[in-house]
């Protein structure tokens, strides 16, 4: 792994056997003299705790001339500028894939190792990197707390809630280059684009049909395991899908969403519909 920073002249174990020796000498004199008033942290250098200081009083007094993002850490600065420059000192020797972080190497790393350092102590599930843990923890807290200011919906994740709120402004920003048909997920671009290629990288194991999309894959296997997960309150009949469930509930609700043009007629389903819009067609043919 290449790790060597521009005009440093030090390789990453380099860098990490200073760290480590560094490190051994403090806990080898544990003397800790510099104590910060506000939370009692103590610190080996007065250094160390004058930028810790930061913390408390919120003094950032290092500024970016680019875009004057202000940071507390010279260090930080530094790191940040590389977003301006692009200057990414960090390789990885697997993949030769570049990085402007250390640390976003060293996740990144995780991929190649299969580590999973972060385990959640709730049901055991482990995770490459800690912000992921953190995602996931929400799923068994409950908390949501991004919420949309139009419509008080409440979201565990930021990216959720941005996309979400592309529903009120309609913003579609992902567009089809081949029909020129807009979204307002790249996911869903990336779903639509398989209309375009053919590609069905969903295949099922019991009898080799493949899919576009994961959640029709999902769906068919129910074709093979007789599940019917939609229950129907008023009568507890049971669908295999959503959407069979809907229309099976227009059979007690009266519903008939569907209207034919020709004689204002309505039908429960979009089938009836069509095959009642054929007599008009043949009374069309006889005329």
């Not at 969403?257 to 006889?286: G, N």
């Amino acid at each position: 792994m290449s790790t060597t920073g521009s005009g440093s002249g030090q390789s990453l174990g380099d860098v990490r056997r200073k760290a480590k020796k560094d490190s051994s000498v403090r806990s080898n004199k544990e003397e800790k003299p510099y104590k910060c008033d506000e939370c009692s942290k103590q610190f080996s250098q007065l250094g160390a705790l004058k930028i810790h200081m930061r913390t408390h009083t919120g003094e950032k007094p290092y500024r970016c001339e680019e875009c004057s993002r202000q940071f507390s850490e010279l260090g930080a600065l530094k790191t940040h500028m590389r977003t301006h420059t692009g200057e990414k000192p960090y390789q990885c020797e697997e993949c030769s894939k570049q990085f402007s972080q250390l640390g976003t190497l060293k996740n990144h790393m995780r991929t190649h190792t299969g580590e999973k350092p972060y385990m959640c102590e709730e049901c055991r599930q482990q995770f490459s990197k800690l912000g992921n843990l953190k995602t996931h923890m929400q799923t068994h807290t409950g908390e949501k707390p991004y919420k949309c200011e139009e419509c008080s919906k409440q979201f565990s994740q930021l990216v959720h809630l941005k996309v979400h709120i592309r529903t009120h402004t309609r913003e579609k920003p992902y567009k089809c280059e081949e029909c020129s048909r807009q979204f307002n997920e790249l996911g869903t671009l990336k779903r639509h684009m398989r209309t375009h290629t053919g590609e069905k990288p969903y295949r099922c194991e019991e009898c080799s049909r493949q899919f576009s999309v994961l959640c029709d894959l999902k769906t068919h296997i129910r074709t093979h395991t007789g599940e019917k997960p939609y229950k129907c309150e008023e009568c507890s009949m049971q669908f295999s899908r959503l959407g069979n469930l809907k229309r099976h509930m227009r059979t007690h609700t009266g519903e008939k969403p569907y209207t034919c043009e020709e004689c204002s007629r309505q039908f429960s389903r979009l089938y009836s519909l069509k095959k009642h819009m054929e007599t008009h067609s043949t009374d069309l043919v006889q005329v």
